[in-house]
């Protein structure tokens, strides 16, 4: 049975320990090196221009730099791995170079080949939005010893959002498969505490099912695996609050309640753009929720 390390405590307990879990979030700053992202295509495609965002990025406060070569919005195409790698490899490399000390790097890729040179590269933790649908990405995880990122996605980028539809629960029905991710990337040898589980917000759903499972994470948290979330400038903050502007990056202040709410549940990474807003939300959470120890 999936259960928890800490199933069998008291309630008390359990919450001592979900705020000692969600005292270190860990804030990951997006790096589309892409022309063609929802929200930040073709701002830095280029090697200099990448490098010199992703060291703002530290600058700012992220923990993480997730780079990633192909774009994953609704109604995207496929980007061939060949083409991924001319992308993402010569910025980890310039990333890893140039930052001041030791820096954490995620590739943002389904590829196991790309997945394999990114980590050659500099890369130190791989984010695959299928959730290991390349039989080689499992096998690789366990190799290296890297943390993997696990995301649940309703079919593919370029359909995900036509009609989105669950068979019950959206927020039992996504937990489900990422748990049944999680014991294959397990028995493919990669430790329990190397997976990190994320719901994929805006990946195959739909207003409800997105607010569903925001105001569910604490679920997600509870399986006693590291949950990642990544609201970061969705459309569903859009069609939320009403607002008739399609520019993404309007949508700071509904991301930043999304990562203050996730901080409360217990959440410890936050994928986010805009770095040093999210990074003080952050600490402004934390310092709210250590009060409630006393």
Known sequence: PRCPPWCTLLPQEVSLIAMTHARTPIVVGILNVTPDSFSDGGRHNTADAATARGLRMLEEGAGVIDVGGESTRPGAARVDPVEQLQRVIEPI?????????????????TSADVATAALDAGATMLNDVSAGRDPRMFPLAAERGCPIILMHMLGEPASMQ????????????????LLERADAAQAAGVAPGK?????????????????????HLDRFVDAGYDVMLGASRKGFIQTLCGDTAVDPKRRGGGTIATTALAVQA???YLRVHDVAANAQAVCVAQAILKEKRF
């Open 162 to 177: 036509h009609n989105p539809t669950y068979n019950g629960d959206v927020v039992e029905v996504v937990r489900n498969f």
């Open 93 to 109: 490399r310039l990333l890893v170079a140039a930052a001041p000390g030791p820096i954490e790097i995620s590739i943002d890729t």
């Open 195 to 215: 997976i990190i589980l994320d719901p994929g917000i805006g990946f195959g759903k739909t207003l409800e099912h997105n607010l569903r499972l925001l105001a």
């Open 266 to 268: 217990g959440v410890k």
